[in-house]
């Protein structure tokens, strides 16, 4: 059994700049692993432009209404001072935040049907790494 | 003594699409049951549609600026893909969060006078569920 | 050696109406006080017109494309009903968040060298305050 006091690390890898991936499954993994029935979920995502969010997964248009606002609200290219080309990933970053505090409560992760975790807007297509306490 | 480990449910009902409802009191009531003078709690909000926060409550315009300014941000039936008529509530969800940790201290969550918690934007006259650890 | 269990307070003075204050030495000066070697740190930020967030510190310019971002989503006195002058302060305050919930590696937080804390968007020269969790 996992010593639940550890935290455990999901990789993603992402295939497009602005994108939401569904890690429900991961992380449910990692708490059924723990064998733990009841409790509270910890997810960090280390990366500065990406973020962490649960919206609905039923409809998958949800996620392109999600993506699509964001970058109407923060368009990439907007005349950043930032030279790397991913300012705009790094403000909805900050937008949506990088932690998230969740009811564990094994085999599932508490959450509904249609509610799913994500991780969301990686600028490039990088080796990512999620930080989900247990 | 209810178990400080075990979770509690907040059941909230909204009257209009978009709206603050102030959840302290109730969050307050949950802690002081628990008799605990010092610790961590835990909010997580399992609507898609709706979110949490931290704001003024002593002025009730400032909610009135947060409402309004989030619906020119992301107006009602900007010509999103998803059908249900509530895609500006869940792109909403994700930029406030569904959860939060917040300081509590008995009898009192911590908060100053003219700080409360809310859960926000429900699209519509549902019955709302918040979880708070306790 | 400090109480791991209990809060320890982070007081800062802003200097301009918005901006972004590094934060991040002082956790981890109070993480490293505790001689905890792996854990989770909370933060908290108990003012209404402040918010936190982890966010690039490697290059200078992603502090000013967010705050630049923000105060074009949010402009400062665009009509809003509260009267203090801070009200576009305490939706970004929304935006952002009040809480962080952190890996805490003593003596590090976890962070890589390009990510900070920070706390933002004070509208005013206060001296705030901010409660970290250990």
Redesign the interface.
Known sequence: MPNP???EKINLRTNNRIELIDITDKVQAIIAKTKIK???C?L?C?H?TAGL????NA?P??Q???T???NK??PEG?G?????GN?DS??K???????????RQAPRL???E??RVRSNFEEERIRGKL?A?R
Chains 1, 2, 3 share one sequence.
Request: proline residues 2%; charged residues 20%; glycine residues 8%.
């Open positions: 006091k550890k935290m009841d409790g509270i910890f960090f280390p500065t969010t649960i919206n609905e409809d248009s949800v392109r209404d999600i699509n606002t964001l609200l923060v907007a950043y001072a930032h030279s790397e300012a790094h403000i970053s900050s937008l949506f935040g990088s932690s998230l505090t969740k009811s508490g959450l509904g249609s509610e930080y306490w």
